[in-house]
Nanobody, 114 residues
Framework: QVQLVESGGGLVQPGGSLRLSCAASGSINNIYNMGWYRQAPGKQRELVATMTSGGSTNYAESVKGRFTISRDNAKNTVSLQMNSLKPADTAVYYC????????WGQGTQVTVSS
């Protein structure tokens, strides 16, 4: 009964920027943790960045200093500002929300290529 919808993916050149957004809807009391994971072809899904309802953040080491996560608890939205993008950032990015269980969006493709 919880749905997550991502937007903002696309094609960008190395060094460019993208902003991903995710909106949660449905029967929601409180989203404890919300954030972003990504999966490249042939690789496992990995954490990119998450934020708790209290504002604590967790970033993958590979994106620290380049990506910034933000949340609006009242609107149940989360965004990811991605700067200085590298080809290694190419992946499908998935929104994640943890309430009683984990919920996932359908994913949005980010391609970084010259």
């Amino acid at each position: 009964q919880v749905q997550l919808v991502e937007s903002g993916g696309g094609l960008v050149q190395p060094g460019g920027s993208l902003r991903l957004s995710c909106a949660a809807s449905g029967s929601i009391n409180n989203i404890y943790n919300m954030g972003w994971y990504r999966q490249a072809p042939g690789k496992q899904r990995e954490l990119v960045a998450t934020m708790t309802s209290g504002g604590s953040t967790n970033y993958a080491e590979s994106v620290k200093g380049r990506f910034t996560i933000s949340r609006d608890n009242a609107k149940n939205t989360v965004s990811l500002q991605m700067n200085s993008l590298k080809p290694a950032d190419t992946a499908v990015y998935y929104c994640n929300a943890k309430i009683m269980w984990d919920y996932w969006g359908q994913g949005t493709q980010v391609t970084v290529s010259s």
